[in-house]
């Protein structure tokens, strides 16, 4: 169907101002069907005012309705059936079986978020005992994780179905009990609105409360400003660039209830390849880049951008091999020509600049991104630090070390980081010790002879590391942890056991895994 | 010992400028021994710098060595006596019986933190196995908690040894692993200094690195913007007024890389008494009150500050009988000056607010803070927000109200609290309820039957509310679980045995309670 560019205020549909954009096919720059519009004021409060209502019923539903709302998200994106992926596929570049595979993990982050709602454990459920002998009497405490309130989540341009309209900021905080007001990314308005009506489908289906979904369009920052600075907003969700999620976190700062902002910004994810796995892996490297690097276009917020090995003549083979393997690959189409304009932006200065070296012939690829691959002595790196700054898309820079210490320098010199990988063999153990103990300061996840890219949905998975990567370390926005972003921890002393939720009363009727007095207690099917 | 007015910068002292400010006898209004200077900015950055150099150290240290050095603490400021009782109860007038109690409390909590160092349930740890057959494969992914690094921490001022120096969150904050630098409170520097000598003789004797922990004096608010914006600074423990924690929190919103500020501010903590109860409790709500209101001076961040009951005959008798009981009681030496000032001020200014009925005569008690008991009616009370803040003192209001409904209204208006109490009986239970759903919203721990000053220090507390009460309602500065404050997440995919952390190894060699592929699991002796 053709988008109508309404936002979603709850069940309402609305559109107070005229559209004033488009969606531009990014395949071939045609505009798409449909016209969207900025969400007024007006109705960005109606989307809050909504959330805000139905807050309190959310947080107390039987967990079993949530998980079958999340479940039936799931079931009416797959409906959807290839309408879907075509919008998609339209408004990104990105191509039918990778958005195919995408719409997969997403639903498999709802169906997976739907089991971990169901589970429980989540709740971290603490009891207490009284002691009424003790003096002064001791009392009965309780405490689980309890919804936050409304969640307002931003989109990112990269994952359009994945870290997008129900992707996992908006799957975890549904999951968590918060009414969710997404903002369509404008750079995909039509699929935005698709999987916005499966949401709201869903909704309905499982008669969940009007509000607990809604989603506004816009592209003008106002309209993020004002949903960050809604005094009914809890919490943010965002994944994106530095400069924009830095200005969200800025806004929140000026609130009078200050919030907690998660934004999944940039990072370079270095890769450190040592002595010997030079030496004895140079093809698998050589392909292992090449993929990882390529992948999505390098439009990955896991992107190697950044490969840290000695200055040997391994690492030269690399450099020739790895080149010559990116001279090979297909120009790609970005998701749009502002990011492929910063992109050949970057790639032109780090061409010309006199302190690096180009492995990859220049290409003529116009409308497209050719990979790219530099290498500069590490010696200068150090010396110059916007060396290290993101450069989105299908380009790396190998930093050149003459001696371990220098790789520990570079080490140390890192900003935060989601991910770094350590390429290392038994040889190699006693740097790769020291780079673990170093590195892990500056980053979320640590990765051993594998590449950045792919990140894995699961109870263990952490994406989101120190700043820049991300504006709060102690979260993650991947993986069944996901959801800890939307709770925060309420105890009830001395209640009644019928005024307790019904996971913190007596005899365990959730047939929970509880802590009580500080030990972990079963029940008897565990 | 007569305090010597330095600064510990690590096992260093220092006193790079001259004493500016001495501690004043609370009790007399003389000054103490000592003079205690300003921290200079090259002494603030040689804390953290220290700090920063052995936060690596610390986060990979044995457990049990940090355990023991938490113990170690407890026992040194056991060892210290009367002595330390003495300068507290002179700087800040509490009775010695109290600071002994208090004294206990913070042993108690320095001991309940070794034993959740050694425990190591708060690492969180969690496996997911790979699957190589799987397509792509599937990694192997293992995920713990780790310390956040250097956490600056400021004393409060009404529990001069539980919430100063060694208090809950620099308790907290060595169990997670991080380095401390205190800043010493200005109303009680010499208990300040005695304090932190013992923490760094127990650092000494424990063999803990150089930086492990620093405390800087300092009265000028450059001294706490200096260690709140110093790059090495990775999170912020506060307790004070709300004025104090917003600048903080404000300090930080300007940092290049935003950190956790973890501030515990003011809180009304409205008290609910529903009809029957009032009906047929009236001696122990005038008993308990009275207590509760009086605790401490008034002085407790959990004071009840607000009573809301319905305007009927019963509560009319205890308005009457909780007014002869706090009349009855001796007037209280407040922690300094400008506290009692503001006291005072606020009482006088209730006295004359024609919307206001006092409930207890006016008393002249120079120098001295006497209970004060107002009413209003919830009309007037809804009406003027302002009657909902903070009055720090041993004072209460009661709010009149003419129907549940408009009791209801009530509890929709209320701010961030700490805790709110419902008192109730059986006949209660309707309103009980619909109380419990409204003020769950606006509070981090519900009370009922009982009164809410008295924080029990156990796994399953929650001392921490939405904002105002707190900066981050995710939080607790209370119990067990403000270990979590000082701590991040860190993945490891694919590591070799050997460079992970322990407690994520194979065979689970610290014998910890560990999530595997979503799935508690438990080692044989558990």
Known sequence: MKPTGHHFLGYETSRKKQGSFTSIDATNGEPLPGTFAEATGEEIDR????????????????????????????NHMEAQGDELLERAAAETALPLPRLRSERGRTMNQ????????????????????????RKPPKPDVRRMQRALGPVVVFGASNFPLAFSVAGGDTASALAAGCPVVVKGHPNHPGTSELVARSVLLAAKECDMPDGTFSMVQGRSHEVGLALVQHPYTCAVGF???????????????????????????????????????????????????????????????????????????????????????????EAGIMLHQAILDTYDGAVRQRRTDEDLTSHVPLRDTPGRAAPALFSVPAKVFLDRPELADEMFGPSSLVVLCQTEDEMLSVARSLDGQLTASIHANEDDHELAQKLTTLVEQHVGRMV???????????????????????????????????????????????????????????????????????????????
Not at 47 to 55: D, E, K
Not at 60 to 69: I, S, V, W
Not at 110 to 133: I, N, T
Not at 507 to 517: A, I, K, S, T, W
Request: glycine fraction near 10%.
């Open 448 to 526: 051993y002879n594998d590449f950045p890219t792919g990140v894995e949905v699961g109870p263990a998975m952490q994406h989101g590391g120190p700043y820049p990567a991300t504006t709060d370390a102690r979260s993650t926005s991947v993986g069944t942890a996901a959801i800890s972003r939307f709770l925060r921890p309420v105890a009830w002393q001395d209640a009644p056991n019928d005024l307790l939720p019904v996971e913190l009363r007596n005899d365990n009727p959730c047939g929970l895994v509880r802590l009580v007095d500080g030990v972990w207690d079963f029940p008897p099917s565990v």
């Open 239 to 329: 994944t994106g660039s530095l400069r924009g999620g830095r200005a969200l976190l800025d806004a929140a700062a000026t609130r009078n209830v200050p919030i907690p902002v998660y934004a999944e910004m940039g990072s370079v994810n270095p890769s450190f390849v040592l002595r010997k796995a030079m030496a004895e892996r140079g093809t698998s490297l050589t392909k292992g880049f090449a993929t990882s690097v390529c992948m999505g276009v390098g439009q990955f917020c896991t992107n190697p951008g950044l490969i840290v090995a000695m200055d040997d003549r391994p690492t030269k083979a690399l450099l020739d091999s790895l080149g010559q393997e990116l001279a090979g690959i």
């Open 47 to 74: 989307a809050l005012t909504l959330a805000q209502q139905c807050a309190m019923e959310l947080r107390d539903m039987d967990r079993g309705r949530r998980a079958d709302f999340l479940d039936a998200i799931a």
């Open 110 to 133: 709802l169906r997976m978020f739907a089991g971990v709602v169901r589970d429980g454990s989540f709740l971290e459920a603490r009891l207490d005992s009284a002691d009424p002998k």
